[in-house]
């Protein structure tokens, strides 16, 4: 038998055959990759016509530093950029604020405003690169700091491509990064969905995240079930605002952890494209094929990373990359081995990109589409999987939906029993941790040369602001910030005015004073 699990699916059996997949027929059941359900895989041919696009996410201290890290991963063969913000620009703030004291650049980059995104984008072609910004309750100021640079480039918006996280629910059950509460959130998501949709047409224009449920303790089948419950309700607002579905959803793009189980990886991602089909197609009526399609990125697990050993640590990312692509990606970041000690070094971060990159040119798992599909432990796997995941709907439909069920607390305590459950088990030595509960040997965390942020970034980063209040126009801020309040005031689409803001050089901190001044700010409910 194999270790014990935290939820679904049940427990493994010594073996599978035919007897576990009754009246199961490949071809009636999986179809064809390109077709629907889509199990197998979005495109007909897979990764033999084009490779998944390995990003590696990055930023750390100042938009320099930053800037020379992206500018090294593409020279080592990257193929898209995705950018790590610090801790004040996602909630919001500026660097020289109060509340920034200690986190600015500590993990991820520092942005205030439009001359940091200048300088984090420096020389690298916004027209040829595709850009993902994980980002949420700010993720409409950064995007228009994005667009208003690529503006003064030159660059038409057309010829954007990338994503925004812009996920906001996720953050009230399992990360934390929100601003403000979940109705005026929701109102700021459908305006940046509505104008991309117009302006900036290959843009992703949300990126519907189940990497950081899992990460907090989510079980396999609760990282899907939250994730497309938050889908859903995404989905009901922008139509309920009069958006049609299948104008928004083909630019809908999901995000999800690699963990450890190999095998229990991929029937996952095979299960979620199957379950968006129908989500897609029968919920919501899509009669566009590329609104069914449910097209991923997948990050290996940092909560599966251990300080303890930390070289195992290549072994553990290269087992979930290789899950990642056997399950369909569209779209790979790979951990590097130092990041349970620190951000990771640029020695680090190389291995972990040639990780992927043997993965795609020698390993053969890129050479055939759903190379495991048919295989009776990974279609039981995937069948489990999906019965799972469409109890927890059934139950967050009956409970009155995503919102009710965040509200309640629901999510978030069946996300700390599975995690608890978790830990108990390592604790017990019932699930082994190589290097942390067992095969302990040799601690070799102090071979490592650790990346710190250093102590001036802070200053300096402060000192930027003043120089930039000083210089610019106060009156056009005034103005932007007055434009950008009657906007929100009147119902109109907030990024206009947003862009204009950031045009007239107002950061992030005063901009997003302008929306806690209309919207207020959101405060968890405590209940012990």
Not at 219 to 232: S, Y
Not at 420 to 425: D, P
Not at 452 to 479: C, F, I, M, S
């Amino acid at each position: 038998m194999g270790q014990p699990k935290t939820g679904e699916p049940p427990a493994i059996k010594d073996y599978y055959a035919a007897e576990d997949l009754p009246g199961f027929d490949p071809a009636v059941a999986l179809g064809r990759p390109g077709e629907f359900p889509f199990t197998r895989g979005v495109h007909p041919s897979m990764y033999r016509s084009r490779l998944w696009t390995m990003r590696q996410y990055a930023g750390f201290g100042t938009a320099r530093e930053s800037n020379a890290r992206y500018r090294y991963l593409l020279a080592q063969g990257q193929t898209g950029l995705s950018v790590a913000f610090d801790l004040p620009t996602q909630l919001g703030l500026d660097s020289d604020d109060a509340l920034s004291a200690g986190e600015v650049g500590k993990v991820g980059v520092a942005v205030d405003s439009l001359e940091d995104m200048a300088v984090l984008f420096d020389r690298i072609p916004l027209d040829k690169v595709s850009v993902s910004m994980t980002i949420n309750a700010s993720a409409a100021v950064l995007l228009a700091m994005y667009l208003a640079l690529a503006e003064k480039r030159g660059v038409r918006w057309e010829e954007l491509s990338g994503t925004v996280q812009n996920d906001i629910l996720k953050e009230y059950v399992a990360r934390g990064t929100y601003i403000f509460p979940p109705q005026p959130s929701l109102r700021i998501i459908s305006d940046l969905v509505a104008f991309c949709q117009t302006h900036v047409p290959k843009w992703n224009t949300m990126s519907i995240s189940g990497y950081h449920i899992r990460e907090a303790g989510a079980t396999a089948v609760q990282e899907l079930a939250f994730t497309f419950a938050d889908a859903i309700a995404y989905a009901q607002t922008l139509t309920a605002a009069g958006l049609d579905f299948d104008a928004f959803a083909p630019r809908l793009s999901f995000f999800f952890a690699a963990h450890n189980d190999l095998f229990e990886e991929v029937a996952k991602f095979r299960a979620a494209r199957r379950i968006w089909a129908g989500i897609a197609r029968d919920r919501f009526g899509a009669r566009n094929p590329n609104s069914w399609k449910l097209r991923f990125h997948t990050q290996t697990s940092g909560a599966t990373l251990v300080a303890q050993q930390p070289e195992n640590n290549v072994v553990r990312v290269a087992i979930q990359a290789l899950a990642a692509v056997l399950g369909g990606t569209q779209s790979l970041h790979t951990n590097s081995r130092d990041e349970a000690l620190a951000l990771p070094t640029e020695e680090s971060v190389l291995i972990a990109l040639r990780t992927q990159q043997i993965i795609a040119h020698e390993s053969g798992a890129a050479w055939t589409a759903d190379p495991l599909g048919g295989s009776y432990y990974v279609e039981k796997l995937t069948n489990d999987i999906e019965t799972g995941v469409q109890a927890y709907l059934k139950k967050i439909e009956e409970m009155g939906g995503t919102l009710r069920a965040i509200e309640s607390g629901y999510i978030q305590r069946e996300i700390q029993e599975s995690a608890y459950a978790y830990q108990k088990q390592i604790e017990r030595k019932q699930r082994i941790i190589v290097g942390l509960n067992e095969f302990t040997g040799a601690d070799e965390r102090l071979k490592f040369k650790i990346h710190a942020a250093p102590k001036r970034l802070e200053k300096e980063q402060a000192e930027r602001l003043r120089r930039l209040r000083a210089k610019r126009p106060k009156g056009r801020v005034e103005a932007a910030l007055r434009d950008l309040r009657t906007a929100v005031d009147g119902g109109a689409n907030l990024l206009p005015p947003l862009v204009e803001a950031v045009k007239s050089l107002a950061t992030l901190g005063e901009i997003t004073r302008v929306f806690k001044d209309a919207f207020g700010e959101y405060r968890e409910r405590v209940s012990i």
